[in-house]
Structure formats: structure tokens, C-alpha cells
Antibody, heavy 120, light 109 residues
Framework: QMQLQESGPGLVKPSETLSLTCTVSGDSISVYSWNWIRQSPGKGLEWIGSISYGGKTDYHPSLKSRVAISVDTSSDQFSLRLTSVTAADTAVYYC??????????????WGQGALVTVSS | SYVLTQPPSVSVAPGQTARITCGGH??????VHWYQQRPGQAPVLVVY???DRPSGIPERFSGSNSGNTATLTISRVEAGDEADYYC????????????FGPGTKVTVL
């Protein structure tokens, strides 16, 4: 059974860079699309971006200037970097697998989530 | 950008039927996916492609989509169905791809 596990610092200072890694086990990272989604405390889900097995990336327009997602197929990991963070970036960050249905993508597996707090 | 709307909350008695709507312009021309998120847990896919269920999801969960409204229906509601429910579409214009609705809190009375 496929599992995703987020890892990284739980506390980041304002203006610094948030870095998280997702380790995929039980399946190959060389297929599907791999995503980062976040949820601010008490709020809804916000898609951050994705990377395909071919390395193509797509990002939420409001975050595009600060986000980078990369993949390391040799380690079955993909990573998120978010620069110049502020308190508004405090959230639970989920890594997730996207797959295509009849015509569009949906998320069929989620990590447990990692809480990242931005504070000095 | 494409915007989805959901009622903030729905209340339902055990054994009754809960209907959660997801509104969007001509949403019937998109495939809609639904997620359940229990408190403190990661979301779980309960319906994809408007009306299909992943393996392990009870038949009590069903979906429909037409016009400007998609609907997730939970039949014979149980206490364990109390959760937040999010709809989602995938759009490929204006650079935004996964769009989530704001979520609906289902309370079992």
C-alpha cells in the first residue's frame, strides 16, 4: 500500500525559506503527478503546486514567484521550497498523489500532513 | 479564476440523508471530486469523476453533477460521517489547476 510521509522543520522564521520533503513508499514516483497542498489553521485546502513524473511543474499563480517543487526519483522523494515566508504561510502542509480520472486530475492519496509555523 | 461555492454547514439526523452542494459556473462541464476530512486527519477521497467511488468507500456516498451545481449525497448518515467535505475541480486555464471549494461542515445531530 502506497504511503506518503512529509518531513522538515516545524518552525521557520519570517523571511526565510520553508523546505519540506515527501517520501513515497510502496509505489514508484516515476508515474502519476505529485502535489503539495496546504491548510491554514481552521481554513480550507489550498493547492500549492505539482510536479509530474516527467518533471513538469505547475504552481498556484499567487505563490508562483516563491515556490519551487522538485523530484528525486532515485530516492522516491519530492520536495517543496517556499521562499520569503510570512505568518500567512503557517499551515499544515500535505504531500499528495494526483491521478487522472476520465478527463481531469484528483488526489487519491495524502500524507498525514506536517504543521509548519512561521514565527520568530 | 474559477470559484467554487459550498454551504458552510449542513446538519442531519442519524439515518437521514445529507446533501452537500458545490456551485460553480457551468460546473456540469467539469469532473467534480469530493473529499472527506475528519478532525485532525488528512482528507480522504470519497467520490471522483462526479459519481465514482474509490474502493473501500461505502455505497452510501454518491455524487451527481449538472448545470451549475454538483451534489454529494450521504445516505443513512452515521455518526462517523461527521466531517468537513470539500469539492474539487481541475481547470487548465489562467494557470490554476486544482481548485477546492471552501468546505462544508457536516454535523450529525
Amino acid at each position: 500500500q502506497m504511503q506518503l510521509q512529509e518531513s522538515g522543520p516545524g518552525l521557520v522564521k519570517p523571511s526565510e525559506t520553508l523546505s519540506l520533503t515527501c517520501t513515497v513508499s510502496g509505489d514508484s514516483i516515476s508515474v502519476y503527478s505529485w502535489n503539495w497542498i496546504r491548510q491554514s489553521p481552521g481554513k480550507g485546502l489550498e493547492w500549492i503546486g505539482s510536479i509530474s513524473y516527467g518533471g513538469k511543474t505547475d504552481y498556484h499563480p499567487s505563490l508562483k514567484s516563491r515556490v519551487a517543487i522538485s523530484v528525486d526519483t532515485s530516492s522516491d522523494q519530492f520536495s517543496l521550497r517556499l521562499t520569503s515566508v510570512t505568518a500567512a504561510d503557517t499551515a499544515v502542509y500535505y504531500c499528495a498523489r494526483g491521478r487522472v480520472g476520465t478527463t481531469t486530475y484528483y488526489i487519491d492519496s495524502w500524507g498525514q500532513g506536517a504543521l509548519v509555523t512561521v514565527s520568530s | 479564476s474559477y470559484v467554487l461555492t459550498q454551504p458552510p454547514s449542513v446538519s442531519v439526523a442519524p439515518g437521514q440523508t445529507a446533501r452537500i452542494t458545490c456551485g460553480g459556473h457551468d460546473i456540469g462541464s467539469y469532473s467534480v471530486h469530493w473529499y472527506q476530512q475528519r478532525p485532525g486527519q488528512a482528507p480522504v477521497l470519497v467520490v471522483y469523476d462526479d459519481s465514482d467511488r474509490p474502493s473501500g468507500i461505502p455505497e452510501r456516498f454518491s455524487g451527481s453533477n449538472s448545470g451549475n451545481t454538483a451534489t454529494l449525497t450521504i445516505s443513512r448518515v452515521e455518526a462517523g460521517d461527521e466531517a468537513d467535505y470539500y469539492c474539487q475541480v481541475w481547470v487548465s486555464y489562467s494557470g490554476l489547476f486544482y481548485v477546492f471549494g471552501p468546505g462544508t461542515k457536516v454535523t450529525v445531530l
